[in-house]
């Protein structure tokens, strides 16, 4: 876009994550992301072998690598906090080259919404940005706004770890609106307990879905 390059050329970019000049989010620090390459239980979020004692009602739960991996986390930031639509373009590449492989065919991608209150402090939704940016690189891909924040609470991250406060703190948060599609995953930048994405699946099985699903960038506290 003719304003991105206006806007690089009046603010020339550097590397959200170590500071050189020249891109956002620069091919050196987006090779170095530590990427993973299976999925997460979409029970319990573990990694690997375990056993499992969750009861977190997802299908599938994808993500692109760690929340601790600094290389990641300086462009969930970036894209937090700037919104750069320079960045934006940085991790359509980067995605790009990196899809899940089973998404089902008919898989609707639903961004987890954000409170008016948030939304107007902020000016976009982190997670809509990022569902466009999966469904660009996702051709078969569709978007549903069909989730709505219905009330207001403390940020997740605000009221610690644990996942059954987390759960108390966002219940009955969300509403499911209009037509649910049958198979939905849920898009936001990061998972962390799973209470949030967990309560708007809730909502939205309660109101028809047949599976739900999370893809997220990062995964971890
Ligand atoms: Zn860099
Ligand atoms: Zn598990």
Same mark, same amino acid.
């Given at each position: 876009?003719?304003?991105?390059?206006?806007?690089?050329? %009046?603010?020339?970019?550097?590397?959200? $994550?170590?500071?050189? @000049?020249?891109?956002?989010?620069?091919?050196?620090?987006?090779?170095?992301?530590?990427?993973?390459?299976?999925?997460?239980?979409?029970?319990?979020?573990?990694?690997?072998? *375990?056993?499992?004692?969750?009861?977190?009602?997802?299908? *599938?739960?994808?993500?692109?690598?760690?929340? *601790?991996?600094?290389?990641? #986390?300086? +462009?969930?930031?970036?894209? /937090?906090?700037?919104?750069?639509?320079?960045? #934006?373009?940085?991790? /359509?590449?980067?995605?790009? +080259?990196?899809?899940?492989?089973?998404?089902?065919?008919? +898989?609707?991608?639903?961004?987890?919404?954000?409170?008016?209150?948030?939304?107007?402090?902020?000016?976009?939704?982190?997670?809509?940005?990022? +569902? /466009?940016?999966?469904?660009?690189?996702?051709?078969? $891909?569709?978007?549903?706004?069909?989730?709505?924040?219905?009330?207001?609470?403390?940020?997740?991250? @605000?009221?610690? *770890?644990?996942?059954?406060?987390?759960?108390?703190?966002?219940?009955?948060?969300?509403?499911?609106?209009?037509?649910?599609?049958?198979?939905?995953?849920?898009?936001?930048?990061?998972?962390?307990?799973?209470?949030?994405?967990?309560? $708007?699946?809730?909502?939205?099985?309660?109101?028809?879905?047949?599976?739900?699903?999370? %893809?997220?960038?990062?995964?971890?506290?």
């Amino acid at each position: 876009m003719i304003k991105d390059k206006v806007l690089d050329f %009046l603010f020339p970019p550097f590397c959200v $994550a170590c500071g050189r @000049s020249g891109e956002w989010w620069c091919s050196q620090c987006q090779q170095e992301v530590q990427l993973l390459n299976s999925e997460a239980c979409p029970r319990c979020l573990s990694l690997g072998q *375990h056993e499992c004692s969750g009861d977190l009602p997802f299908a *599938h739960v994808w993500a692109i690598g760690f929340y *601790h991996d600094p290389k990641l #986390r300086a +462009a969930i930031t970036a894209l /937090k906090f700037h919104g750069t639509s320079s960045l #934006r373009h940085s991790i /359509k590449l980067f995605l790009g +080259a990196r899809q899940p492989s089973c998404f089902p065919a008919d +898989a609707v991608l639903v961004p987890m919404p954000l409170a008016d209150k948030r939304l107007k402090e902020r000016g976009f939704n982190q997670a809509e940005l990022i +569902a /466009k940016v999966f469904c660009e690189c996702l051709p078969q $891909a569709k978007i549903s706004l069909c989730l709505k924040r219905v009330a207001h609470r403390d940020p997740q991250s @605000s009221v610690g *770890h644990d996942l059954a406060t987390r759960q108390l703190n966002i219940k009955n948060c969300f509403e499911a609106v209009g037509q649910v599609p049958k198979n939905v995953i849920l898009v936001d930048d990061v998972i962390t307990t799973g209470a949030t994405a967990a309560e $708007a699946a809730g909502a939205l099985l309660a109101a028809g879905a047949e599976s739900v699903s999370v %893809l997220t960038l990062a995964i971890g506290a």
